[in-house]
């Protein structure tokens, strides 16, 4: 079965130090998300992608965070200045779009020292 | 505008008892609605889903879920805890395409 995979399963960096977290959605899947979950908090929405721009971003998704879909496999979320806050697991997710599911991947644990 | 409650942060059963974990939603939408799992220091597994049809809804690990429009709910039920199914479950809707709403957890555990 597809499954949407995430790369590096855990990161650990400075504050102040840019990370970029991996994803490679499903093959054949058009529309893309990002979501993170603070240690023993929910899952929050960050950022949803679609025919190459954003198409909705929550209040947590600001200056600081852009995404980007290089060649036509990855999708990426860069973090460009890390704060301490940072540190949470982010899931990619994906979706063909109709009633279709979200598939999450396994999301990769940021680590902000 | 979506949102979701589940009511009870923690829940505690018996080994062999009843499972009922509660979620409400808001949507002003007709709802997607899911349920997740998640075990410690691990990703988000899908239990089951519900998008049209049957409001009944099965799902992997004898789970399943009934769909309530008139009560906006969508309670995951399972009629034998397991030792295996203590874990963090999450209730989610989103709409077509759009992003999913999580609510805040609720972490089952089971006693032998």
């Known amino acids: 079965e597809p499954e949407v995979t995430q790369t590096p399963s855990h990161q650990v960096t400075q504050m102040g130090q840019e990370v970029i977290l991996r994803c490679v959605p499903i093959?054949?899947?058009?529309?893309f998300y990002w979501y993170r979950q603070i240690l023993g908090q929910k899952v929050e929405f960050l950022v949803s992608?679609?025919?190459?721009?954003?198409?909705?971003k929550s209040e947590i998704f600001d200056d600081q965070f852009s995404v980007e879909r290089p060649d036509g496999s990855n999708f990426t979320l860069k973090i460009r200045s890390t704060k301490l806050e940072d540190s949470a697991m982010y899931f990619c997710?994906?979706?063909?779009?109709?009633?279709?599911?979200?598939?999450f991947g396994p999301g990769t644990r940021l680590t902000v020292l | 505008a979506q949102s979701v409650t589940q009511l009870g942060s923690h829940v505690s059963v018996s080994e062999g008892a009843l499972v009922l974990l509660r979620c409400n939603y808001s949507?002003?939408?007709?709802?997607?609605l899911f349920w997740y799992v998640q075990y410690p220091n691990q990703g988000l597994q899908l239990l089951l889903k519900?998008?049209?049809?049957?409001?009944l809804v099965k799902g992997i690990n004898g789970f399943e879920a009934e769909f309530k429009k008139s009560e906006t709910s969508f309670h995951l039920t399972k009629p034998s805890a397991h030792m295996s199914d203590a874990a963090e479950y999450f209730c989610?809707?989103?709409?077509?395409?759009?992003?999913?709403?999580f609510g805040d957890g609720t972490t089952l555990t089971v006693k032998p």
């Open positions: 997710a994906s979706t063909g779009g109709g009633t279709d599911t979200q598939y």
């Open positions: 093959s054949n899947h058009l529309y």
């Open positions: 992608f679609y025919n190459n721009e954003i198409s909705e």
């Open positions: 949507s002003s939408v007709p709802p997607y």
């Open positions: 519900y998008t049209t049809g049957a409001t």
């Open positions: 989610a809707v989103n709409t077509n395409a759009g992003k999913s709403t």
